[in-house]
């Protein structure tokens, strides 16, 4: 299992190098997160000895039973949707939450930080499908979110996830994650903060990349099907 999160993640940070230099940019302004969702601490901790850093997980319990087993040097991420009643369970450890889409969520993250004595990273999470159960605003909801989040004081916005709709063709995909970037850029002209664009998982990482994804989510690429 080592040799294969080993050659799968040296296959992904080449793709990554391949997909910057398609872009004119460099590989240094990616950052990598391992999906490490539903994959075991070993599988972690093999992809930790293998140089991954950055890892996402999805549910705070899976996360917390998880951690413990896991080296310690790590930055967490927290990924999926986040209950509020959780936040204070992850704000000690977290690096960045990439899923604030309401204001009762940044409500209890506000509370968290305040208890902590320190500012919780997040990103505003942007639905760009209709219908989808992933959770997030639309599109047309960033400015007024945004304006409302920068009266928080321990919310520390630094970005955007941005969800595609799923099950796109190409052209179609390409089309989303090129607004993406544009609801990004727009972002940044009033929110000097703003400097994350989490963008792409498996199966989009390479084109999210060449439409200017900062960060990129994969999993499966890395640590095979779950």
């Given at each position: 299992?080592?040799?294969?999160?080993?050659?799968?993640?040296?296959?992904?940070h080449?793709?990554?190098?391949?997909?910057?230099?398609?872009?004119?940019?460099?590989?240094?302004e990616?950052?990598?997160?391992?999906?490490?969702?539903?994959?075991?601490?070993?599988?972690?901790?093999?992809?930790?000895?293998?140089?991954?850093?950055?890892?996402?997980?999805?549910?705070?319990?899976?996360?917390?039973?998880?951690?413990?087993?896991?080296?310690?040097?790590?930055?967490?991420?927290?990924?999926?949707?986040?209950?509020?009643?959780?936040?204070?369970?992850?704000?000690?450890?977290?690096?960045?939450?990439?899923?604030?889409?309401?204001?009762?969520?940044?409500?209890?993250?506000?509370?968290?930080g305040?208890?902590?004595?320190?500012?919780?990273?997040?990103?505003?999470?942007?639905?760009?499908?209709?219908?989808?159960?992933?959770?997030?605003?639309?599109?047309?909801?960033?400015?007024?979110?945004?304006?409302?989040?920068?009266?928080?004081?321990?919310?520390?916005?630094?970005?955007?996830?941005?969800?595609?709709?799923?099950?796109?063709?190409?052209?179609?995909?390409?089309?989303?994650?090129?607004r993406?970037?544009?609801?990004?850029?727009?972002?940044?002209?009033t929110?000097?903060?703003?400097?994350?664009?989490?963008?792409?998982?498996?199966?989009?990482?390479?084109?999210?990349?060449?439409?200017?994804?900062?960060?990129?989510?994969?999993?499966?690429?890395?640590?095979?099907?779950?």
């Open positions: 299992m080592m040799m294969k999160i080993h050659d799968r993640l040296d296959a992904v080449e793709n990554i190098a391949l997909a910057c230099q398609r872009a004119g940019r460099a590989s240094g990616v950052t990598l997160i391992g999906v490490s969702k539903t994959h075991p601490a070993e599988a972690v901790r093999q992809a930790h000895e293998a140089g991954l850093r950055d890892f996402g997980e999805n549910r705070v319990q899976e996360w917390r039973d998880k951690a413990p087993s896991c080296p310690d040097g790590i930055f967490w991420h927290m990924i999926g949707q986040c209950q509020s009643n959780k936040v204070k369970y992850i704000v000690p450890q977290i690096s960045l939450i990439h899923s604030l889409d309401r204001l009762s969520l940044a409500v209890a993250i506000e509370e968290a305040k208890r902590f004595g320190r500012p919780v990273c997040a990103l505003v999470q942007i639905n760009l499908g209709q219908g989808d159960a992933r959770g997030g605003i639309a599109p047309e909801q960033v400015s007024e979110f945004l304006e409302r989040l920068a009266y928080f004081r321990f919310v520390h916005v630094v970005g955007l996830m941005v969800l595609p709709p799923p099950n796109q063709a190409p052209q179609a995909l390409a089309q989303h994650l090129a993406g970037y544009d609801l990004f850029s727009k972002a940044r002209v929110h000097r903060d703003i400097e994350i664009l989490s963008m792409g998982m498996s199966d989009d990482y390479a084109l999210a990349i060449e439409h200017g994804a900062t960060h990129v989510r994969v999993g499966s690429a890395i640590f095979g099907d779950r």
